[in-house]
């Protein structure tokens, strides 16, 4: 195959020129291009190669992430909803202690009030008008 033309991988790929420029600036050093004396690629069949596979790897990883159902910000948005939650919990569990805690010195409270008043046998004190 003689050289081929930035233009003519893009189109062949259907591609844009500017992504196969990207795609050679992101191939391996030993997989890129040479220049020639006009600043121009040099593109052999190894390179197209290069190309061609680089772009079915992206292509691949590309329509892999558009399939997931989660992307990243509505993941960052169920983390931060998920830690407020976590906090509220912790808040709503320290309340309760103390609820419990205010409810068992009452009831200690009211067994010492209950417990003096049965213990200790009415007294018969008459009370005397004035």
Do not use: C, F
Not at 93 to 111: A, C, G, K, V
């Amino acid at each position: 195959m003689a050289n081929k033309t930035i233009s003519s991988i893009a189109k062949d790929l259907n591609i844009s020129r500017a992504r196969v420029y990207q795609i050679i600036d992101m191939l391996d050093d030993n997989e890129k291009p040479s220049k020639d004396s006009n600043d121009r690629y040099v593109i052999d069949d190894s390179v197209v190669n290069a190309i061609r596979k680089y772009y079915a790897n992206s292509n691949t990883k590309a329509k892999q992430e558009k399939t997931s159902p989660i992307d990243d910000k509505v993941l960052d948005i169920m983390r931060r909803q998920l830690d407020e939650k976590d906090r509220q919990i912790e808040k709503l569990t320290q309340l309760l202690n103390q609820q419990q805690q205010l409810n068992l010195s009452t009831n200690r409270q009211n067994e010492k009030l209950l417990g003096t008043t049965t213990n200790n046998p009415p007294s018969h004190r008459t009370i005397s008008p004035p």
